[in-house]
């Protein structure tokens, strides 16, 4: 199972929205409606910021979102501030028993 | 509080096993679907497989890279899942996470909203 194409970096100013992307195939991300985003900061264990698409678990703020169209999947942050720097990984259900991350997007807040 | 806690991490030899374990607490263990998911350094994330609830007869999936020397396996009783690692390689080496998945209604998400600190595996001669 290939990994999903994720940008390998972002950028914006605080204030500013930025949209990453992650592309798979109609085997994980378009199949189906299991695609999560992570936030990782250096050496801390990653956030779930979404799940199933588009939904947000209790304490995240509103200013993340995600969508999904065809075979690939976006997130988007909104009013971006300085811990929003980080890494940001999305993940799929891909099938086959089988979970697949994307290779990762550095968010930098310029 | 809602925490998962890793432990058994270490430096091991090519060939050689380990048995990771993750303890959970503050929450109904028994009802979530567990996953492991590791990161070598400098990398990015790689699901390693993970095990269901009792509901869906506690069954396990992995990554190919995996599948064969790895086993996963939870106590309900002790609120614990492991990692059992076989045939360890180089390339094993990595920070190993567990991960509480968000179970919908009677079907896990894939959403991992709790997660441990980690356990460090290093697999060199």
């Known amino acids: 199972q290939s990994a999903l194409t994720q940008p390998p970096s972002a950028s914006g100013s605080p204030g500013q929205s930025v949209t990453i992307s992650c592309t798979g195939t109609s085997r994980d991300v378009g199949g189906y409606n299991f695609v999560s985003w992570y936030q990782q900061h250096p050496g801390k264990a990653p956030k779930l910021m979404i799940y199933e698409v588009s939904k947000r678990p209790s304490g995240v703020p509103d200013r993340f979102s995600g969508s999904k169209s065809g075979n690939t999947a976006s997130l988007t942050v909104s009013g971006l501030q300085a811990d929003d720097e980080a890494d940001y990984y999305c993940?799929?259900?891909?099938?086959?028993?089988?979970?697949?991350f994307g290779g990762g997007t550095k968010v930098t807040v310029l | 509080e809602v925490q998962l806690v890793e432990s058994g991490g270490g430096l091991v030899q090519p060939g050689g096993s380990l048995r990771l374990s993750c303890g959970g607490s503050?929450?109904?263990?028994?009802?979530?679907?567990m996953n492991w998911v590791r990161q070598a350094p400098g990398k990015g994330l790689e699901w390693v497989g993970r095990?269901?609830?009792?509901?869906?007869?506690?069954?396990?999936e992995y990554a190919a890279s995996v599948k064969g020397r790895f086993t996963i396996s939870r106590d309900d009783s002790k609120n614990s899942l492991y990692l059992q690692m076989n045939s360890l390689k180089t390339e094993d080496t990595a920070v190993y996470f567990c991960?509480?998945?968000?179970?919908?209604?009677?079907?896990?998400?894939?959403?991992?909203?709790?997660w441990g600190q980690g356990t460090t595996v290093t697999v060199s001669s």
């Open positions: 993940t799929s259900y891909g099938g086959s028993n089988n979970l697949v």
């Open positions: 991960g509480r998945e968000i179970m919908g209604n009677n079907y896990g998400t894939c959403g991992m909203d709790v």
């Open positions: 095990t269901r609830n009792k509901a869906k007869g506690y069954a396990t």
């Open positions: 503050g929450f109904t263990f028994s009802d979530h679907y």
